[in-house]
């Protein structure tokens, strides 16, 4: 999503601005800007649709030198992507501003700025925000002091970074709901919204935290916390081994991502969650619009993302009320597809350059569609660029070939997207979405708490060290949980394996279970656990070894055949997200165990980009 860059040095902080946005690129956007305070005492940007390429040639063609700037990359959610609503914003020549997130009361402060005279030039939320400093500066002249006293007016997520010209030896920030870390330097200092963004510049960052301002100077920096009172944040010395193209101290690039998962599911959480509800616009300016109209979700995905449709389905017509299709890419394309009245056509991708999603995106909008919404790791992709809404999972680069961060971050989007129709449509039962965005607060944490169980898992792979066939099992949104382990083991380690539906066991399957066939099964604490339990009963009775996840309240444990691992608990909702980590981690170890090649498993490919 937006990215944000800010600097106060000694030299002219142009070339570092431009640096910045560009490693920032891979987070999507679809304008870029810049504002500097110059040599001659005055603020003066450059603001272009399009790449960061175009807005360095316009900065070569017009030059800008000064000591203080910040610089934007936009993804527009109020307003279109053009010149005049990118950032950064300006309130008269005296303050510029750049934002990362939704302010949701904009409408409101907007007329009320209106009623005092100011003129709005954009359709963005973010305007209100310089406004409304402007106007505070007037009694509060400080500028670290208005930022304190305005924020206080901001409804919903900001990252946001202030300059002003009666002010130039500063720049001020504020963290709500959306990321920033301030680069220490020797005679100057920096800020951004990802520490990537100046790695050209130091080795040594600040965190803000939630609520935290903070006034940055050449020399020094202030933070003050929620509550109005100066803190002092921990200064974390960086180290090349973090860099997303290097397996660190990891054995391989799929165990590192995935221990990335807590970070990255936060990071694709941040700036969308409100107080008790998902912020709606994060889906796109005309989403809310869009959202209103929708009766039915048709899915089109490949793969793992296939898998985290179906289990999208399960959640869409549970809590939103929603009819919801998912289909095979390359199935969908091809045949004869009848559109319900009112379809949000979905796809998903990890690259979003897949070539049959992409085909059928685009078979998609010749159907008669409501609209489209791509949900994608990669802001620059071809579907991201042909769809009307796009929701970035925001997972990072993703090397092994066999995707772990880029599902969770999907099933994450999934359920924000579950969550926003049914707010706008009205559908959700009382309660529900404050409970569920709650529990998405907490979910970073329980994926630790799930990675805690690695050496445990690391011991159960033993058991299929020399087995060839494997079977999952699991029940409603659980079932595609199954496929998507049995997806990893067969990518990785070369063991078949299939996935069915517990209940599904005596129609077919049960007829290849034996000691030589381990039957892995998914197993949280819900309705139905004890249907489940009798399945399991089944495979015993057939001599079938059991390796089951079980919720640590299940009330399950080891017994002969039976290896019982206890997954921490969580809401029933969101168990198939964390439910996703063990059986990722068991298919590494016997991948391992094998002696595969893990990172590129033979005859596939990251991004099938051919059909």
């Known amino acids: ?64 030198n000064g000591q203080l700037g910040i610089a934007h990359t936009r993804w527009a959610t109020h307003g279109a992507p053009t010149e005049g609503n990118a950032h950064p914003h300006f309130s008269g020549s005296e303050v510029a501003v750049v934002h990362n997130g939704i302010i949701e009361n904009h409408e409101e402060l907007r007329e009320e700025l209106k009623g005092l005279g100011y003129v709005f030039t954009s359709q963005t939320d973010t305007e209100v925000i310089v406004h409304l400093i402007h106007h505070t500066l007037k009694t509060i002249p ?147 619009e869009l959202f209103a109209k929708v009766r039915n979700v048709q899915i089109v995905a490949c793969g793992t993302s296939y898998h985290a449709g179906m289990v999208a389905r399960y959640w869409l017509e549970s809590l939103a009320g929603i009819p919801c299709q998912v289909e095979v890419a390359s199935e969908f394309r091809y045949r004869k597809v009848v559109v319900q009245p009112d379809t949000l056509f979905v796809s998903i991708s990890q690259s979003g350059e897949t070539a049959d999603t992409l085909a059928a995106l685009r078979n998609a909008k010749e159907l008669g569609f409501l609209g489209s919404l791509a949900i994608c790791n990669v802001g620059i992709s071809s579907l991201v660029r042909e769809s009307d809404l796009t929701l970035l999972t925001l997972a990072g680069p993703e090397i092994g070939v066999a995707s772990t961060k880029a599902f969770t971050t999907q099933l994450v989007s999934l359920m924000l997207l579950t969550l926003a129709l049914g707010q706008v449509r009205g559908t959700l039962e009382a309660g529900v979405e404050a409970g569920l965005v709650e529990e998405l607060r907490r979910l970073p944490a ?86 489940l339990k009798s399945n399991l009963q089944e495979v015993r009775a057939r001599g079938g070894e059991l390796v089951v996840f079980a919720d640590e309240n299940a009330g399950m444990s080891n017994g002969e055949g039976i290896h019982v691992i206890k997954v921490p608990h969580i809401a029933d909702e969101l168990a198939p997200i964390l439910y996703t980590i063990p059986l990722q981690l068991l298919s590494y170890y016997v991948a391992v165990l094998k002696g595969t090649d893990v990172d590129q498993p033979r005859n596939l490919a990251k991004s099938v980009t051919v059909e």
């Open 1 to 64: 999503m937006c990215g944000i860059v800010g600097a106060v040095a000694e030299r002219n902080i142009t070339a570092i601005l431009i640096e910045g946005l560009k490693r920032l690129e891979y987070r999507g956007y679809d304008s870029a800007g810049l504002a500097v305070y110059t040599q001659q005492g005055e603020l003066q940007r450059r603001r272009r649709i399009g790449k960061v390429a175009e807005l360095e040639a316009a900065v070569a063609a017009e030059p800008l």
């Open 142 to 288: 400080d500028l670290a002091d208005a930022l304190k006293s305005a924020v206080k007016r901001l409804h919903g997520a900001y990252g946001l970074a202030l300059i002003s010209v009666k002010q130039p030896d500063r720049l001020v920030a504020a963290r709500s709901g959306s990321p920033l870390v301030i680069g220490l330097g020797h005679g100057e200092n920096f800020l951004a919204s990802d520490q990537l963004a100046l790695r050209q510049v130091t080795d040594r960052f600040m965190y803000l935290e939630e609520g935290d301002i903070a006034e940055i100077r050449r020399d020094q920096v202030k933070i003050w916390d929620q509550a109005g009172q100066p803190v002092v944040r921990e200064t974390v010395q960086y180290h090349e081994g973090a860099e997303a193209a290097d397996k660190g101290a990891y054995r391989h690039f799929m165990l590192k991502e995935i221990h990335e998962q807590p970070t990255v599911v936060q990071r694709t959480l941040e700036g969308r969650l409100g107080k008790d509800h998902v912020m709606v616009q994060a889906f796109g300016p005309q989403a809310a």
């Open 446 to 531: 329980r994926l630790g708490e799930a990675l805690a169980m690695d050496g445990t898992v690391e011991k159960t792979a033993e058991l299929f060290a020399d087995k060839h066939h494997t079977l999952f099992l699991g029940r409603g949104a659980q079932y595609p949980v199954a496929m998507e382990g049995a997806l990893k083991l067969k990518e990785i380690s070369y063991i078949h394996a299939e996935a069915y539906p517990a209940g599904e066991l005596k129609h077919g399957p049960l007829a290849l279970v034996d000691n030589d066939m381990p039957v892995v099964t998914v197993a949280p604490n819900n309705e139905l656990l004890e249907k």
